[in-house]
Every structure is written in C-alpha cells, then in structure tokens.
C-alpha cells in the first residue's frame, strides 16, 4: 500500500488543528499547554483514512512564530502540504513564511484550505480566494486547487477530502532502497517498553530486530518494536511515519534532531557545502561570516556562513556557499535546508547540500566554485571520478552511491565505463569489488614498489618488505583484507613481486652480492663442518667477528632459505643437509625398532646429549616422533 505523508501549514489560529480532527477524528493537541492556549506548539500527528481506502499520515505543524522550528521539523519529511488560510483573515506573516519554507524545501504538491467560510459572506470569501490566489502566483503552490470549507458544519469537506485522494493516488511513493534515514521529530519513554522516537522514515527500510547507529552522537541500538499509523508491524519503509522503541538506550540520550541510521553508513561532519538561495524578502544582504541558525531534517544548528565568491549576499541571489556548523549534522546530497537569521529569527533562505563532509575551501578560487558545479550538477561518471579523485582509500560502489547520492544502480553502469576508459581502477576482491582513482592506484604502486627498492639496499638478506609493516606505515586508511586484494593488483600489474607475508621490488632476485654472499657461505660452511655437532650461533658470530644485528640478518636468511634449521634450542642449528640425514637415520630405526631411547640416538648419530634432546624436540613438534615416557616412536 503506498504511504504518503501530508503537513499542514498557515499561520497561528488559522483552524489547522480543528481541521485535522474534522478530517480524522483525531486531536494533534496533546500537551496540556496546548488546550489551555489554543495553540499548536509541538508536532502533532494523526492518520487519515481516505474514502479510496488508501491512509495518509498529517502532520500538524504550529503556525505561531515562535514555534517556527517546530514547523520545520515536521514539514522536512511531506509529500503534500495542506496551506491552510482563515476565510476571515486571508494571508498573514505566518502564512507568507511558511510559504517561504514550501519553496526552498521545494515541497511542489499542495492543496490551499480555506478555512472558517461559515464566517464570511460570498463576496467576501471570492476576495480572499483571488488574493490567495494572486499570492502563489510567484511561489512553488501557483496554480494548487483552493477549496472553501468550515470544520464546524463540515461545508466542502467531502470535497477535499476528495481532492487529497487524488494528489495521493498522483504522488509517487518514496522508493525503499539505499542505506536507512529516519530524522527523529519526536522522543517520549513508554513505561514498560523505554525509549521511543519517532519520524518519517526518508530512505531504506527498517525491520524488527535491526541494529541502528543514532547520530551524531554514535550510540547503537536494537529496535525491539515498530509502529506505522498505531498498528505494530514487522518492518517499516521510505515514506511512512514510524515509531521505533529502542533498546539500551535512555530517552535523555536521544534528540529531535538525531538521525536513525545503518550503523556506519554516515559521517556527521561540522562543514558543508551547499547552493544557498535568500529570499527576496529578506530584510538585508547576508554578510560571508554571519551566523545564522540552520534546519535540516529535523535538526536546528548554529553556524556561519561562509561566501566563497563574496562578501555579502544579496536578496534573491543564489549562489555557492559552505555552512560551518557548531555541531556535527547528519545530511546526504541533495538534501533541503532552511537558514533563519540568528536575531531576529527570520526566515532568510535556504538550499541544497551538495557535499555534506566538505573540507573547508579557499575562498575566491574559480576552481573551487567549478568543483562544485560539477558535484551538483555532474554526469554520473563526472561525479564518481570527482569523488574518488584524489582520495586515498578504496570504495566499493555502495560507498560511492552513498557518498554522492547516486543509486546503486547507477553507479554500477557508471564505473564499468569509467574502468574500460581507466579513469578508475578496479580492484577485484572475494566480496565486492573496490575502487580507486586510477591516478591515486599508479601513485601507490609507484611508491610501494620505490619504498621495496629502499627496503632491499638497507636490508639486502631479507625476502622483502613486511605487507603488515607497509599497511601500518603507509595505509593505515585501507583495512588488511583489502590490502592483500591492492597487492595482488599490483603484483599482477608487475609492480611488486609477492610472498606470502612480504613484497619486494620485481628486480630483486635470490642472488645476492658477492660481499653478502661470502659471509653466508662461510657460516654455513662452519654448520656443516660441525655434522651433527655444530657450535652454537653465539660461537659461530664470535669466531666470524660479526656484530649480532647483523649476524641475525644472516641467521634469518639462512633459515628461510632453508639452509639451516632450527633445533628446539634457540642456539642451535643443523645445516639442512645434516638435519635431513639425522631424521632419515632415526625413521629408519624406528621402522624396524618399536622405540627410541635417548641413549640410543646418542650413539646412532654419534653425538652427545646436548644435540640430541632438541633435535627429538624438534622431530616431535613435526610430528615425526611422538614421546612415550622417556623414549620415541614413530607418529
């Protein structure tokens, strides 16, 4: 079934209440204050059940000045909005900011309601249509159907109810894909059940049991009930009004303001850049600098208002612009906002984000003000090349689709063409594929591969660098698994050669220097003169006046070489030849002796106790032999 969210707007008084209860039945007053003064002050909501049989949910926003901002939040997530205008009154100050607002949150879909015409006569009434009428003629509502009605003897309700069945039926449903978003309007604690918030849910789905990160702060939660329209169901999607019960957290640590995310698929940020329009009907010209107070979703942030080509703005112009803010704000591309002068609050503009984790800009530069021009209004491929130019990390397409707000789709297509003209590369993983500005990958390569080349002069015994040690040092931005995925890129690109846990310059190769070489054969020649009783490594290095840093280089090379292997002593060693012929020897004794004494591998390989002991260490931790009291056996 589709589900369409409809808001009201209008000036304070001017029947917006009444009228939804005349529509639903239900009264958006809830809070005591609200009876008392006959206002509306916080968001209210009901649901509409339509003669068609499809609902829609209303949100009741208050039309009294000082409760602007509880306007906003509700009016960020319609489909439709219901202007509401007094027969007897006609167009207020209200009226006209609200209407400022529908614009720059480009809400397109309305309905005017002329209410309480049982208080005024016929030429009366056809006044104020045609002034309402000529009123938005110069706004986003031009041309919306104006219908007469009284909530009190229910004069022109049929009919519009009526014509919102239509618009519903004519308004595409929000599509539930991409990553959650739910901006929380509203938070209350149910006892028995803990926290709840509510809001429209703007992208995604949420279900029972799903893990959601609120930000900006970081918290996690588990929702353990949902709500649509007061009915319990299993999972909630784009477009509904829903009402999340979260688990773990306590209603004190959660705000209207706060976004319902997947964990870890936003990063609040304190700088955005933005298309910022103000209003013709502002009062003055806004100054780069000046602070202003800024509604997104369902927040309201303090910030300043950085001009990149200016030093004031002047009303009706329209220009780029970045927004640094005093606290961290949740938004996505392509997202609406409001900014109201910081004193006196005064509806001044608004706009569109276009990067919401900018980095912060020079101003007067051409190229960033093209820069910008190209994220708004860029190609696919423009803005998935733009977005990983220059940005050191790889990115599979679902980042991408979030990060410039593209669907996924979208950037499926988009990369293949960017990969088969190399503008970005592809890294193929077990998973899904990752991708990087191909000027960023070449750099990579190039440096890794100039960093191997290093590594190798200053350490010329060892198979190569580190792939741990070169991540932590130089990558510390890709995780390790994606790592080994740009390595083996790399290598089949012949920048690298790769082991299993080193890479190293294609040039270098086993041979060594001559100089290196010599050493190495000398101790090895003092290992296999020894048989099966060669000095320790400390008397080998002592006799051969070899500092121990770099007689370590040598052991380790010898080792992995093969040449050498380790006893169970830490210093003792069996040239691999000797260590070959000892297990031989002991296998083939036991093969035709059920057990093997120490005693008797002493006098078998003609050595003493003190080699004996961990070369069987040794052949037990391979599972050659296997101890049984004081004797071996065969495994």
Same mark, same amino acid.
């Given at each position: 079934?589709?589900?369409?969210?409809?808001?009201?707007?209008?000036?304070?008084?001017?029947?917006?209440?009444?009228?939804?209860?005349?529509?639903?039945?239900?009264?958006?007053?809830?809070?005591?204050?609200?009876?008392?003064?006959?206002?509306?002050?916080?968001?209210?909501?009901?649901?509409?059940?339509?003669?068609?049989?499809?609902?829609?949910?209303?949100?009741?926003?208050?039309?009294?000045?000082?409760?602007?901002?509880?306007?906003?939040?509700?009016?960020?997530?319609?489909?439709?909005?219901?202007?509401?205008?007094?027969?007897?009154?006609?167009?207020?100050?209200?009226?006209?900011?609200?209407?400022?607002?529908?614009?720059?949150?480009?809400?397109?879909?309305?309905?005017?309601?002329?209410?309480?015409?049982?208080?005024?006569?016929?030429?009366?009434?056809?006044?104020?249509?045609?002034?309402?009428?000529?009123?938005?003629?110069?706004?986003?509502?031009?041309?919306?159907?104006?219908?007469?009605?009284?909530?009190?003897?229910?004069?022109?309700?049929?009919?519009?109810?009526?014509?919102?069945?239509?618009?519903?039926?004519?308004?595409?449903?929000?599509?539930?894909?991409?990553?959650?978003?739910?901006?929380?309007?509203?938070?209350?604690?149910?006892?028995?059940?803990?926290?709840?918030?509510?809001?429209?849910?703007?992208?995604?789905?949420?279900?029972?049991?799903?893990?959601?990160?609120?930000?900006?702060?970081?918290?996690?939660?588990?929702?353990?009930?949902?709500?649509?329209?007061?009915?319990?169901?299993?999972?909630?999607?784009?477009?509904?009004?829903?009402?999340?019960?979260?688990?773990?957290?306590?209603?004190?640590?959660?705000?209207?303001?706060?976004?319902?995310?997947?964990?870890?698929?936003?990063?609040?940020?304190?700088?955005?850049?933005?298309?910022?329009?103000?209003?013709?009907?502002?009062?003055?010209?806004?100054?780069?600098?000046?602070?202003?107070?800024?509604?997104?979703?369902?927040?309201?942030?303090?910030?300043?208002?950085?001009?990149?080509?200016?030093?004031?703005?002047?009303?009706?112009?329209?220009?780029?612009?970045?927004?640094?803010?005093?606290?961290?704000?949740?938004?996505?591309?392509?997202?609406?906002?409001?900014?109201?002068?910081?004193?006196?609050?005064?509806?001044?503009?608004?706009?569109?984000?276009?990067?919401?984790?900018?980095?912060?800009?020079?101003?007067?530069?051409?190229?960033?003000?093209?820069?910008?021009?190209?994220?708004?209004?860029?190609?696919?491929?423009?803005?998935?090349?733009?977005?990983?130019?220059?940005?050191?990390?790889?990115?599979?397409?679902?980042?991408?689709?979030?990060?410039?707000?593209?669907?996924?789709?979208?950037?499926?297509?988009?990369?293949?063409?960017?990969?088969?003209?190399?503008?970005?590369?592809?890294?193929?993983?077990?998973?899904?594929?990752?991708?990087?500005?191909?000027?960023?990958?070449?750099?990579?390569?190039?440096?890794?591969?100039?960093?191997?080349?290093?590594?190798?002069?200053?350490?010329?015994?060892?198979?190569?660098?580190?792939?741990?040690?070169?991540?932590?040092?130089?990558?510390?931005?890709?995780?390790?698994?994606?790592?080994?995925?740009?390595?083996?890129?790399? #290598? =089949? @690109?012949? /920048?690298?050669?790769?082991?299993?846990?080193?890479?190293?310059?294609? %040039?270098? &190769?086993? *041979? $060594?220097?001559?100089?290196?070489?010599?050493?190495?054969?000398?101790?090895?020649?003092?290992?296999?003169?020894?048989?099966?009783?060669?000095?320790?490594?400390?008397?080998?290095?002592?006799?051969?006046?070899?500092?121990?840093?770099?007689?370590?280089?040598?052991?380790?090379?010898?080792?992995?070489?093969?040449?050498?292997?380790?006893?169970?002593?830490?210093?003792?060693?069996? #040239? =691999? @030849?000797? /260590?070959?012929?000892?297990?031989?020897?002991?296998?083939?004794?036991? %093969?035709? &002796?059920? *057990? $093997?004494?120490?005693?008797?591998?002493?006098?078998?390989?003609?050595?003493?106790?003190?080699?004996?002991?961990?070369?069987?260490?040794?052949?037990?931790?391979?599972?050659?032999?296997?101890?049984?009291?004081?004797?071996?056996?065969?495994?």
């Amino acid at each position: 079934m589709k589900h369409i969210v409809i808001g009201t707007a209008g000036h304070v008084d001017h029947g917006k209440t009444l009228l939804i209860k005349t529509l639903t039945g239900m009264d958006t007053d809830r809070l005591k204050e609200e009876k008392e003064r006959g206002i509306s002050i916080e968001l209210g909501f009901a649901e509409l059940k339509l003669p068609s049989g499809k609902q829609a949910g209303i949100v009741d926003v208050p039309g009294h000045e000082r409760f602007i901002k509880n306007m906003l939040a509700g009016v960020g997530g319609i489909d439709l909005v219901m202007l509401v205008i007094a027969a007897d009154e006609g167009v207020m100050p209200q009226t006209r900011e609200h209407v400022d607002i529908i614009q720059l949150l480009q809400v397109k879909k309305g309905i005017v309601v002329l209410t309480k015409v049982d208080l005024v006569d016929e030429d009366w009434l056809e006044l104020v249509t045609e002034e309402v009428r000529e009123y938005l003629q110069g706004t986003s509502l031009r041309g919306a159907p104006i219908i007469p009605v009284s909530s009190t003897t229910k004069q022109g309700i049929p009919e519009l109810l009526k014509t919102i069945d239509q618009f519903v039926e004519d308004t595409e449903e929000r599509v539930s894909i991409g990553k959650l978003r739910l901006p929380v309007d509203r938070v209350f604690s149910v006892t028995g059940f803990g926290t709840v918030v509510t809001g429209t849910l703007l992208s995604g789905r949420i279900s029972l049991g799903d893990t959601v990160e609120i930000t900006p702060q970081g918290l996690t939660s588990r929702i353990r009930s949902l709500q649509v329209h007061g009915k319990k169901v299993e999972q909630a999607r784009a477009g509904q009004r829903t009402a999340v019960n979260l688990t773990g957290v306590e209603v004190e640590e959660v705000h209207r303001g706060n976004v319902l995310v997947t964990p870890g698929s936003v990063d609040p940020s304190h700088r955005m850049d933005v298309r910022l329009l103000l209003l013709e009907s502002a009062a003055k010209p806004l100054k780069n600098r000046a602070r202003v107070r800024l509604y997104l979703g369902t927040d309201e942030i303090l910030g300043r208002v950085r001009l990149l080509d200016r030093e004031e703005l002047g009303p009706g112009e329209e220009i780029y612009a970045q927004l640094e803010l005093e606290e961290q704000a949740v938004a996505g591309k392509g997202d609406r906002f409001v900014i109201r002068s910081y004193s006196p609050m005064r509806t001044i503009g608004g706009g569109t984000v276009i990067d919401a984790n900018a980095a912060k800009h020079k101003r007067y530069r051409p190229e960033v003000l093209e820069a910008l021009a190209t994220k708004e209004m860029g190609s696919p491929e423009e803005l998935i090349a733009q977005f990983l130019a220059g940005k050191q990390g790889l990115f599979s397409d679902e980042d991408i689709a979030t990060g410039i707000g593209l669907a996924l789709g979208e950037v499926n297509v988009s990369v293949q063409k960017l990969v088969e003209d190399q503008q970005i590369k592809r890294i193929v993983s077990e998973k899904k594929d990752l991708f990087a500005s191909w000027q960023v990958y070449e750099d990579w390569g190039k440096n890794i591969q100039q960093l191997a080349k290093q590594y190798h002069l200053e350490y010329p015994l060892r198979e190569g660098f580190p792939k741990e040690e070169m991540r932590s040092r130089k990558f510390s931005f890709i995780n390790s698994k994606s790592f080994q995925y740009l390595l083996q890129s790399l #290598a =089949a @690109e012949g /920048y690298i050669k790769l082991s299993d846990k080193t890479l190293a310059h294609p %040039s270098v &190769n086993e *041979e $060594l220097p001559e100089v290196y070489q010599k050493t190495v054969n000398s101790l090895l020649a003092i290992v296999q003169q020894g048989g099966f009783q060669p000095p320790s490594w400390q008397e080998i290095i002592k006799s051969n006046k070899i500092k121990v840093t770099e007689a370590q280089e040598y052991l380790q090379y010898l080792l992995r070489t093969e040449k050498l292997v380790k006893l169970a002593d830490e210093e003792l060693f069996f #040239a =691999a @030849e000797h /260590y070959r012929e000892a297990k031989q020897m002991i296998i083939g004794y036991l %093969s035709q &002796n059920r *057990e $093997l004494s120490v005693a008797q591998t002493r006098d078998l390989l003609n050595t003493s106790r003190k080699y004996i002991l961990p070369l069987l260490e040794t052949l037990d931790r391979e599972r050659v032999t296997r101890r049984v009291g004081d004797n071996r056996v065969l495994v």
